[in-house]
């Protein structure tokens, strides 16, 4: 037998080597793929996650905003941390999916949802470090995965560049892809996406940037739109139309070589310009009832939490009547700027050295105010003076660069020196050089004709023979009126007393420059104003009538916060030693107020006080018959709202329902006279007001006494122009010392409001001749009046427990007959005063009717 060859041995060798290491290569790779696959379960497992949940589209519970909507369902106020309006598949118009599909992911009905292609390629530039952040396409269906991150994450993470988030995206992707379909995915996607300037979703960007509803977009709006989600910043129509601009006439092109609009559609969709075509959806909140719209919302944020605001798609209906709440705003700040302007003259915006600042100013005019426009009729603007007449008795003004007008002395006749000793009656200016000179920047208020200036300036009448003649008068010579921002402040509170409905509150001159809502949070002294609450403890606890004589003689007091004694004085200075309560309230005088809380315990008033609504403590000392506790405007409507209802204590409602996302009611406080209400929602009321029935102060009878001494103040007393409104109407107006504080509480049958006006510090009052009567009831009727206007007034009855009699007002008795200053009066049956012995009563009712006794 023969050996095997040297060359067999070695091929033999190199065969079994070759397949050990094959065999070992092929261990390797079986080990290194089940490691791979390993590594891969625990970054999958890793990277999944906290993944949002999706088999189906009813887990979609995107972040909404909380809608605040009016008493008649009008919007007025959004919280929101996404601006989204959810809409049905079914209410998106057709063109629009085409829009995004044509402009995001032409391929969206071919693929599985993730571009794996474009995905490697970022990926490996990342790895390779041929970028420094982590791009790549993407799908629509991977768009929403982004998005959906990015609200259950925060921006931060959700946005983050990384191979983490890229891979988490793509899970979910994949996810959604495997448990929606198409149509399901579009719609999250045109439910989720951002498009820019806080809209998110088709819906909310049609309101956003066309104030339109999604169904009504025109293609060119629908071009607009689709162009977004790349870049909503450089694309927004607002900040960048020219951009905007060309990415619409992408998506157009898209679209047409796509099939989905011809040539002539696409031509016709960029005939109208992208300036054109958008117009800005106004701010709800600042626009409409900001004091009103805050606090709902302080009352969301304490009873739920601020996220429940601002995601959880509340829906809250109020009381606030639109309609209302304007009259109050109109009435508020005009009469504040009336007021402010008695006080004096703070002086010119600014004092310019020369024409080359002033062309500066002038062209800030231009771009931020005028924007381009001429000014509106009686809008404040500012204005440089180029120029002082003194033979004519005007300054010449320029408004901007294009605009010319001519302030006359006749246009600032109030604007005096400062002096909270003189009334401006007597201090009128009397020439333009006390109050302009040239490079001044005032404000200024432009009118178009003489009619329209005479009818606003202020003490014109005096000056009229030094105006320029009407020819001279237009749109681009106007006359102007000096104006001002004011300094003093005021607020207005109004309820209606049958539902406890809060229909307007304005809570200062300008929300946007003060957020600090006076009718609620302010503390302010309420002079003659709490006298009521003093008189009514007298007439419940000390059997008060308006027959009571009650001594107006003087009292010194004590006031321990400043260690000083001091006289009170009655508005006229006399006192006149005895008088009826009737008289005492309806002029406000000071020392019969003083003497009842001495009759009924200055501990009693003050507890009587918290008994009628007033929650501030008050002090327990005699100054507080005269007001010298504070109260808060709203506090006293409740109180004269009780007297209002007869003695029923009022409950405030501010919110008639609140609605979660899923229809259930969290809250539910509306009246059972509401007629904005379903006939459901009524009777619902009618059961709750019967489990949850208003709390008595005061017994009917009772408060009719109290509220006919007030119609008394609002007929012949301090307030008697309340009488021109031509309404039944009863109040009360409080003055403090010095005027600090104006104020007038007042109601018809239907409506109960409160109006105050002041300075919102103590530093300086307003001048001599301030009173609640001249300051705050003209406001109080500015508002009433169009409030009022073509509704129906009940007038009011007294109750069955009430008895009417004739009373001699010199000395409280009871007469029969029809004498120089006696009054009828209403009187607890069987209460009534003692006869003064002239006379014998009649027999009968009808006898007594016949003398003119009742």
């Known amino acids: 037998m023969t050996s095997p060859t040297p060359r067999l041995d070695n091929e033999r060798r190199k065969s079994g080597l070759f397949w050990r290491l094959l065999r070992f290569g092929l261990f390797l790779g079986g080990v290194g793929g089940l490691a791979g696959a390993a590594v891969g379960a625990v970054v999958f497992v890793a990277y999944s996650r906290d993944l949002p949940e999706f088999s189906d589209v009813g887990q979609y519970r995107p972040k909404l905003a909380t809608k605040v909507l009016s008493v008649d369902g009008r919007l007025i106020g959004e919280f929101y941390s996404e601006r989204r309006i959810v809409v049905p598949y079914e209410r998106i118009p057709k063109h629009l999916i085409q829009a995004f599909i044509a402009a995001e992911d032409k391929k969206f009905f071919d693929h599985h949802g993730i571009d794996y292609l474009g995905m490697a390629n970022a990926v490996l530039q990342k790895v390779t470090g041929q970028t420094k952040k982590l791009r790549g396409a993407s799908t629509i269906t991977q768009q929403l995965a982004k998005s959906l991150l990015i609200s259950a994450e925060g921006f931060g993470a959700g946005t983050e560049r990384s191979i983490k988030r890229k891979v988490r995206e793509a899970i979910l992707a994949s996810r959604l892809e495997s448990n929606l379909n198409k149509e399901e995915i579009l719609w999250l996607y045109l439910n989720q996406v951002y498009l820019g300037h806080g809209a998110y979703g088709v819906q909310a960007a049609a309101e956003n940037y066309f104030r339109k509803d999604v169904q009504e977009l025109t293609l060119a709006e629908m071009g607009v739109l689709a162009g977004l989600p790349q870049a909503p910043s450089r694309f927004s129509p607002f900040i960048n139309p020219s951009a905007a601009r060309a990415r619409q006439e992408y998506v157009l092109e898209r679209m047409q070589k796509d099939g989905y609009i011809t040539p002539a559609d696409k031509t016709g969709a960029l005939a109208l310009s992208v300036e054109k075509t958008v117009h800005a959806r106004d701010d709800s909140f600042l626009d409409t009832a900001p004091y009103f719209t805050e606090h709902v919302r302080r009352h969301i944020v304490e009873t739920y939490d601020n996220k429940e605001l601002l995601e959880g798609g509340l829906t809250v209906w109020t009381t606030l009547d639109l309609e209302r709440e304007s ?21 010119p915006v600014a004092q310019l050295k020369d024409d080359k600042q002033a062309q500066k100013v002038l062209d800030v005019v231009d771009s931020k105010m005028l924007k381009g426009q001429a000014p509106i009729e009686g809008a404040p603007v500012l204005a440089v003076v180029t120029a002082v007449d003194v033979e004519h008795q005007w300054a010449e003004v320029q408004i901007g660069n294009k605009l010319k007008g001519r302030l006359p002395l006749a246009g600032m006749r109030w604007a005096r020196k400062i002096n909270p000793s003189q009334n401006w009656e007597f201090h009128k200016v009397e020439s333009v050089r006390e109050v302009v000179k040239k490079h001044d920047v005032v404000l200024v208020q432009p009118w178009f004709t003489k009619a329209s200036f005479l009818e606003h300036a202020m003490g014109a009448a005096e000056s009229v023979q030094k105006l320029p003649e009407e020819s001279e008068i237009n749109a681009e010579r106007p006359l102007c009126t000096l104006d001002q921002v004011p300094r003093v402040q005021g607020s207005l509170i109004s ?31 309420p002079g003659s104003a709490f006298k009521p609450i003093v008189y009514s403890a007298a007439v419940v606890r000390e059997g008060f009538t308006p027959a009571t004589m009650v001594l107006d003689t003087p009292i010194t007091l004590r006031d321990e916060d400043i260690g000083k004694s001091w006289k009170p004085q009655n508005f006229e200075s006399v006192f006149k030693g005895e008088v009826t ?8 005088m000071n020392m019969p107020a003083l003497h009842t809380m001495l009759a009924v315990g200055v501990k009693d008033v003050v507890a009587w006080g918290k008994h009628m609504g007033i929650k501030t403590p008050l002090k327990e000392e005699l100054g507080t018959a005269l007001g010298s506790s504070c109260v808060t405007p709203w506090e006293l409507t409740s109180v004269y709202t009780t007297f209002a209802r007869m003695g029923l204590r009022p409950e405030p409602v501010y919110i008639k329902r609140i609605v979660d996302r899923d229809g259930q009611v969290l809250e539910q406080h509306a009246s059972p006279n509401d007629p904005w209400q379903t006939h459901a929602q009524r009777i619902d009321s009618a059961y709750r007001f019967l489990e949850e029935r208003p709390r008595r102060a005061m017994s009917t009878d009772e408060s009719y006494i109290v509220h006919w001494l007030l119609t008394q103040v609002a007929t012949r007393g301090t307030a008697a122009n309340a009488s021109r409104l031509h309404r039944p109407v009863a109040g009360k107006t409080g003055t403090t010392n010095d005027s600090f504080d104006t104020w007038f509480a007042g109601y018809t049958p239907t409506l109960v409001t409160t109006v105050w006006v002041g300075y919102d510090t103590y530093e300086y009052p307003l001048s001599v001749g301030e009173q609640g009567g001249k300051t705050s009831l003209p406001i109080w009727l500015g508002y009433m009046e169009p409030s009022l206007r073509g509704k129906e007034e009940p007038e009011w009855s007294p109750p069955a427990g009430i008895c009417n009699a004739r009373v001699d007002g010199r000395n409280g008795k009871r007469i029969y007959t029809d004498a120089p200053g006696s009054f009828i009066a209403p009187f607890l049956c069987g209460k009534e005063p003692e006869s003064a012995g002239a006379g014998s009563a009649p027999e009968t009712l009808d006898e007594a009717q016949k003398k003119g006794g009742i």
Do not use: W
């Open 327 to 347: 009259y109050a705003e109109t009435a508020l700040i005009d009469g504040v700027r009336v007021t402010d302007k008695r006080q004096g003259y703070l002086g």
């Open 495 to 525: 309820m209606n007393p049958h539902t406890g409905y809060v229909e307007a509150m304005i809570g200062g001159y300008s929300y946007e420059d003060s957020e600090f809502n006076r009718a609620e949070q302010s503390c302010r002294q």
């Open 581 to 588: 309560v009737r008289e005492a309230i309806s002029f406000s």
